[in-house]
């Protein structure tokens, strides 16, 4: 199936600081990835949608200014958790559908863990 | 408001049966129907999917049933293995758009 690679895995940060988060996709291009976010136990909360080439589209509720998303090539999009507090704790997933094959499913990256401390 | 619906938090099955995890949806829109399987601090594996237009999908141990009218989907798991103990979500999508997740069932499987 295809790839979707996210980086980091994990990573700690400190209060204040500016986190930025990779997802490519390896082996197909996507116009399209999707940002995701995880707290414990819950389910995957859908933050925004990255479109290659133009501005991301976010959920209700979701900060632009404090998750900034950049979508500069059909393989690579970025997560920027700017000024980040403890809140901001989580599980962030990315994923991508691979164009005319939806019926693929979406491939999701590894996943990072943020810890604001 | 909750789209997406999987109101078995956790679910208990020995080896050898049947899993059978549930989903509900309320978006009539919704036509394209997705399970994953998730272990924890990974992200989610594709498992199996369905459209609107059929009722049953099948691959391996794996088949998903989809009840349009109850806007009702399934997933059976059989034989289940110890290997299948994962949290489970359901997804769907309209028109190939953004995806909606349930609250996903943590599966286990008892030897």
């Known amino acids: 199936g295809a790839v979707v690679s996210q980086h980091p895995s994990w990573v700690i940060c400190k209060s204040g600081t500016s986190v930025k988060i990779e997802c490519r996709s390896l082996?197909?291009?996507?116009?399209?990835m999707f940002w995701y976010r995880q707290f414990p136990k819950q389910s995957l909360m859908l933050m925004a949608t990255s479109n290659e080439g133009s501005k991301a589209t976010y959920e209700q509720g979701v900060e632009k200014d404090k998750f900034l998303i950049n979508h500069a090539s059909l393989t690579l999009s970025t997560l920027t958790v700017t000024s980040a507090h403890p809140e901001d704790s989580s599980f962030y997933i990315c994923s991508a559908r691979v164009p005319g094959r939806e019926g693929l499913g979406a491939f999701f990256g590894q996943g990072t863990r943020l810890t604001v401390v | 408001d909750q789209q997406v619906k999987q109101n078995s938090p956790s679910l208990s099955v020995q080896e050898g049966r049947i899993s059978i995890l549930n989903c509900d949806y309320t978006?009539?829109?919704?036509?394209?129907f997705l399970w994953y399987k998730k272990y924890p601090a990974e992200g989610p594996t594709f498992l199996i999917s369905?459209?609107?237009?059929?009722d049953k999908n099948e691959d391996g141990r794996f088949t998903v049933f989809l009840n349009k009218s109850a806007k009702h989907l399934s997933l059976h798991i059989v034989p289940s293995q110890p290997g299948d103990s994962a949290v489970y979500f359901c997804?769907?999508?309209?028109?190939?758009?953004?995806?909606?997740f349930g609250q996903g069932t943590r599966l286990t499987i008892n030897p």
């Open positions: 369905i459209s609107s237009i059929k």
């Open positions: 978006n009539s829109m919704f036509d394209y």
């Open positions: 082996d197909f291009q996507a116009t399209t």
């Open positions: 997804a769907a999508s309209a028109e190939a758009q953004k995806l909606v």
